[in-house]
């Protein structure tokens, strides 16, 4: 029978940090949607779909290259979603014009062995409104326009994440502002999709689009109640992930995939 085979690689972002836990205690994530949306499209038809995800929180884009490209491209994925680069454009030190060469040699050599590629730009901002926030919504403007560029020479699927303004809406994240929540993940599954050319709504969740739909207003907060939150949120994420940037570790460091092989996915049973 026709197999489609979805091969996933990157960082946090494609592991599915933050969605809900799965049986085995990895998050499930976008990724693991798309996976369960497409064998439940194949299943009209009698075809198989298998999944793997290789990607590892915290890689850099050379370490998704080293680590999972050819990997990837060894398991002959019908389509590969291809995700690095936002872990580099976070560090101040990294030079954008060089990092983006580097992502058009990656996405050209995934290109050459899938059928179909998927890339995503990156969501600029998680509702922040600081200097920081906006240096950081600059410099991954950048890099979006560039994975848009790259897209089109290789005819690849873009999923523009940051031209859909729901994204920034903070209840759609994780605490850390930098992961999304089980709802957050929904959505871009939903996007990634109807990319794929997905339009059951019973499989997207909802009508076609409607991943693009804002949230009911938010309840008015005080002044005081934002800047408690945004001193927890220094206090639990921002220094220790500068802590771990000093010393040279990563969250990933000594983690291993977590579905490094295909795998057969079963329309009525989530991945």
Same mark, same amino acid.
């Given at each position: 029978?026709?197999?489609?085979?979805?091969?996933?690689?990157?960082?946090?972002?494609?592991?599915?940090?933050?969605?809900?836990?799965?049986?085995?205690?990895?998050?499930?994530?976008?990724?693991?949607?798309?996976?369960?949306?497409?064998?439940?499209?194949?299943?009209?038809?009698?075809?198989?779909?298998?999944?793997?995800?290789?990607?590892?929180?915290?890689?850099?884009?050379?370490?998704?290259?080293?680590?999972?490209?050819?990997?990837?491209?060894?398991?002959?994925?019908?389509?590969?979603?291809?995700?690095?680069?936002?872990?580099?454009?976070?560090?101040?030190?990294?030079? @954008?014009? *060089?990092? !983006?060469?580097?992502?058009? +040699?990656? =996405?050209?050599? /995934?290109?050459?062995?899938?059928?179909? %590629? &998927?890339?995503?730009?990156?969501?600029?901002?998680?509702?922040?409104?600081?200097?920081?926030?906006?240096? @950081?919504? *600059?410099? !991954?403007?950048?890099?979006? +326009?560039? =994975?848009?560029? /790259?897209?089109?020479?290789?005819?690849? %699927? &873009?999923?523009?994440?940051?031209?859909?303004?729901?994204?920034?809406?903070?209840?759609?994240?994780?605490?850390?502002?930098?992961?999304?929540?089980?709802?957050?993940?929904?959505?871009?599954?939903?996007?990634?999709?109807?990319?794929?050319? &997905?339009?059951?709504?019973?499989?997207?969740?909802?009508?076609?689009?409607?991943?693009?739909?804002?949230?009911?207003?938010?309840?008015?907060?005080?002044?005081?109640?934002?800047?408690?939150?945004?001193?927890?949120?220094?206090?639990?994420?921002?220094?220790?992930?500068?802590?771990?940037?000093?010393?040279?570790?990563?969250?990933?460091?000594?983690?291993?995939?977590?579905?490094?092989?295909?795998?057969?996915?079963?329309?009525?049973?989530?991945?």
């Amino acid at each position: 029978m026709p197999v489609t085979r979805l091969v996933c690689v990157g960082d946090s972002f494609t592991e599915g940090m933050n969605d809900e836990l799965r049986a085995d205690g990895h998050h499930r994530g976008w990724s693991d949607r798309v996976a369960l949306g497409l064998a439940q499209q194949a299943a009209a038809t009698g075809d198989a779909v298998e999944y793997a995800n290789l990607a590892v929180r915290g890689k850099l884009l050379d370490q998704v290259v080293a680590e999972q490209v050819e990997p990837a491209l060894g398991m002959s994925p019908t389509i590969t979603t291809f995700h690095a680069g936002p872990n580099d454009v976070l560090r101040r030190g990294t030079d @954008l014009g *060089d990092l !983006f060469g580097r992502y058009r +040699a990656a =996405v050209t050599r /995934v290109s050459e062995g899938s059928e179909r %590629v &998927v890339l995503f730009t990156a969501i600029g901002r998680a509702g922040g409104t600081g200097r920081l926030a906006q240096l @950081l919504a *600059d410099r !991954f403007a950048h890099f979006n +326009a560039n =994975v848009r560029e /790259v897209a089109d020479e290789q005819g690849a %699927v &873009v999923i523009d994440l940051e031209r859909v303004p729901v994204l920034t809406d903070r209840r759609l994240w994780r605490s850390d502002r930098l992961h999304l929540n089980a709802d957050g993940h929904a959505r871009v599954a939903a996007a990634v999709l109807d990319g794929l050319g &997905v339009d059951d709504p019973e499989i997207l969740g909802g009508a076609p689009g409607w991943w693009d739909e804002p949230l009911p207003p938010a309840p008015a907060s005080s002044r005081s109640a934002d800047l408690a939150r945004d001193a927890e949120w220094i206090r639990a994420h921002l220094l220790p992930w500068v802590g771990r940037r000093l010393r040279g570790v990563s969250s990933g460091d000594g983690r291993a995939a977590k579905d490094p092989v295909l795998r057969v996915v079963s329309p009525g049973v989530r991945p």
